[in-house]
């Protein structure tokens, strides 16, 4: 099977890391749970919004080796090459912040894919099964194009889009369950990375 995977917020966990920076910044107190959607809340509500935006630049550039992948995930990959399985990352990013220092977002992810996808010379995924793109749209046509027979993604958008291949199987990655009960059948929901090879084992 050619499984596609996005890489923010699917591959990638950045709660953590997005909570230890708005402590550093004194951006959020304490007691913010350590959460990517609290923190944005948090910072919306008091009319700081340009702050967030500015701090995700300065996560997805300057930071980015601190972020961890998702548990499980390293395991669940390592499982599903070992029977034979294809994996490759399609996402979806700008190049750069849209305001603060031009970090090189692009750069920054593929560096996190060299030091945890690429250790010492193994490669779990290989860079040319490696896609960031700049639009959903792209993102999509590169799904198509690739013919993946399963994509993984945490946002429903992309796998509801009306250009979404229909051949290629969709599967939301929701662990915090934002989404249950709100999608077509359509759509399978995995919670964890766990979930996934015994998901795949009954569709093949």
């Not at 008091?46 to 997805?60: A, N, P």
Request: with cysteine; proline share 6%; charged share 25%.
């Amino acid at each position: 099977m050619r499984i596609g995977i996005d890489f923010d917020n699917t591959i990638v966990s950045y709660d953590s890391l997005f909570f230890k920076v708005a402590i550093e910044q004194g951006a959020v107190p304490a007691d913010t749970p350590v959460n990517k959607v609290a923190i944005r809340d948090y910072l919306r509500r008091i009319g700081k919004e340009d702050v967030w935006t500015e701090m995700q630049g300065y996560v997805y550039g300057a930071r980015m080796e601190e972020a961890e992948a998702y548990p499980g995930f390293f395991d669940a990959l390592r499982q599903l090459l070992a029977q034979g399985h294809t994996a490759r990352i399609v996402s979806h990013k700008t190049k750069h912040p849209f305001i603060g220092p031009k970090y090189d977002l692009h750069a920054a992810a593929r560096t996190w894919v060299a030091k945890y996808l690429q250790p010492s010379g193994s490669q779990l995924i290989e860079n040319q099964n490696i896609y960031f793109e700049l639009t959903k749209a792209e993102k999509i046509s590169r799904i198509a194009a690739l013919e993946c027979d399963l994509f993984i993604d945490d946002l429903p958008e992309i796998l509801l889009a009306e250009q979404f291949p229909p051949a290629t199987q969709r599967l939301l990655f929701d662990p915090e369950a934002c989404h249950s009960g709100s999608l077509p059948e359509s759509i399978d929901i995995i919670r964890g990375w766990n979930e996934l090879p015994a998901w795949i084992d009954r569709r093949t």
